[in-house]
């Protein structure tokens, strides 16, 4: 049986719906978060929108030197703030992906609270077809 991308990660990953998203303020910007783990965080980036003066390597780039990302994620409706630290380590479509540093990050308990949040509101639906081509469309990427 094939694991699912988040246990292969190590963390899991909250997916946020549109309008519960939370945003990350750094580098004189502000970016909505798309998915949030104790271990990085993927960012909504449309267009040239990017998080320092260098822009992230694209994926498969291997030889580019990440840039740097310092910042806070702020939860909506006043659930929190965390301050985070970590490397831009790809950019893919409208998205562009960031791990955390090992003392940058957000803490575990904090990531359950909004997965428990997100299932309380009826959001943690991965396997709604409708829903993932919405995310594909948004973030400027072809089905599979």
Same mark, same amino acid.
């Given at each position: 049986m094939r694991e699912m991308g988040a246990n292969r990660r190590g963390f899991y990953r909250v997916v946020y719906p549109r309008e519960l998203r939370p945003v990350f303020v750094g580098a004189g910007g502000h970016w909505?978060?798309?998915?949030?783990?104790?271990?990085g965080m993927r960012l909504y980036a449309r267009g040239d929108a990017i998080l320092s003066s260098k822009p992230p390597p694209d994926?498969?780039?291997e030889q580019a030197e990440p840039p740097r990302v310092e910042g806070t994620v702020r939860l909506?409706?006043?659930r929190g703030q965390h301050v985070v630290a970590g490397v831009a380590v790809y950019r893919l479509g409208h998205s562009?992906?960031?791990?955390?540093?090992?003392t940058g990050g957000v803490p575990m308990p904090s990531i359950m =609270? $909004?997965?428990? !949040?997100?299932?309380?509101?009826?959001?943690?639906?991965?396997?709604?077809?409708?829903?993932l081509a919405a995310l594909? =469309? $948004?973030?400027? !990427?072809r089905e599979p």
């Open positions: 909505p978060v798309i998915d949030l783990s104790e271990g994926t498969g780039d909506p409706d006043n562009v992906g960031i791990a955390f540093d090992a =609270a $909004e997965q428990r !949040l997100l299932i309380r509101l009826g959001h943690l639906r991965r396997d709604d077809p409708d829903e594909r =469309a $948004e973030l400027g !990427l």
